[in-house]
């Protein structure tokens, strides 16, 4: 039985074969000779390391699954309700779009009418926007919000195309063609993407496929144009007379670009961008940097807020926008949308009480 580490460790190997090559030099040693010293101590040590972590995994593992349990307990402490009342919002929000989708599916079978072209899409987002609800309440409780911060943006992205989709995505609207244009815009994307694959692929793709992706692509752009081919170009009849669309203008659109100051800064948490590393990076007075790493106890509330107003602002245009109001959809709409404000006020009572608990780890 292996005896448990209590790390492993790198310096004490470092330091016997450095000693080892300067007693090898002194000793009359050429350059050459000790080239080949040094390849062969750092092969072996590597390899009796390796051996060791792969040893000790469970030891390790066994260690960091405990600080985590700690900390989750730890962040139950603070941030334990606001967290609780997050995650029941995502979970009704996750109910309602499934329950609806059955139904709108069922009744346009039973009336024997074809399902509104906007349902499909919109669920759709909105199955992602729940998924990332539950990964950011994940992400917070494990005390990782620039993670949730990430994903937030995601969150916020998808709304924005859900909003976009669901109220001018009228079959009987000025732009009838929106949803097929956002649908067809994937053909679109998957030819780029495989061309871009095809480019350094270890494995090719047939040459066939890549061949009918091209062709594929080639019918949608001749079909609605050549902004089918830039990131946004599905929404451009949304924006007659601008040549190439930014996200900022869909945000604008769908009336959300109070929330473009929150994405910039969640972009920093995506991007590895020099402003990316200053908001990572605290210099003491003595000169010395700190970098933020490991798990945060602060900084959980704006992750968690954005991603509650993203679900409820999307669940709105699936339930009031898609098709003919319902006072069960306007109901669970407006009782979401006023839990927003209890779920603000217990996050900024959790925020003011972790100003007074676990620091962020830093190195």
Not at 84 to 90: K, S, W
Request: glycine content about 6%.
């Amino acid at each position: 039985m292996h005896e448990r580490p209590d790390r492993i460790d790198f310096f004490t190997p470092a330091e016997a074969l450095h000693r080892e090559l300067l007693k090898h030099l002194s000793e009359g040693g050429d350059e050459e000779s000790a080239d080949r010293l040094f390849n062969a101590g750092i092969r072996t040590t590597a390899e009796r390391l390796r051996d060791g972590i792969i040893d000790s995994t469970s030891w390790l593992a066994a260690d960091e699954d405990a600080g985590r349990l700690q900390f989750r307990r730890e962040v139950r402490e603070v941030w334990g309700r606001p967290l609780d009342l997050f995650l029941a919002m995502v979970a009704l929000a996750e109910q309602c779009v499934a329950e609806n989708l059955t139904s709108r599916q069922g009744d346009a079978v039973s009336a024997g009418t074809p399902l509104d072209p906007r349902v499909i899409p919109v669920t759709g987002l909105l199955a992602r926007l729940t998924r990332i609800g539950h990964e950011v309440h994940e992400l917070l409780t494990a005390g990782f919000p620039r993670g949730a911060l990430a994903r937030a943006r995601t969150a916020h992205e998808i709304t924005v195309y859900v909003v976009l989709l669901a109220e001018y995505g009228s079959p009987e609207g000025p732009h009838a063609e929106l949803v097929d244009r956002f649908d067809e815009h994937s053909v679109v994307q998957r030819a780029k993407d495989a061309a871009a694959y095809q480019e350094r692929a270890v494995e090719p793709l047939p040459n066939e496929l890549c061949a009918r992706l091209q062709d594929q692509r080639a019918r949608v752009v001749a079909k609605y144009g050549k902004a089918m081919n830039d990131q946004y170009g599905w929404a451009a009849p949304l924006f007659p007379g601008k040549r190439r669309l930014q996200f900022p203008d869909l945000e604008s659109k769908a009336e959300l670009d109070a929330v473009r100051s929150h994405y910039r800064w969640a972009n920093h948490e995506v991007h590895a961008t020099s402003r990316s590393l200053a908001l990572n990076t605290t210099v003491e007075d003595d000169g010395m940097h700190r970098f933020g790493i490991g798990r945060e106890m602060t900084g959980l509330a704006d992750p968690c807020l954005v991603v509650a107003r993203s679900i409820v602002r999307g669940l709105a245009s699936l339930l009031i926008d898609t098709g003919e109001q319902t006072i069960q959809g306007t109901i669970v709409v407006r009782t979401l949308w006023d839990t927003l404000s209890p779920l603000e006020d217990l996050l900024k009572a959790a925020d003011d009480r972790s100003a007074g608990t676990l620091r962020p780890a830093q190195s």
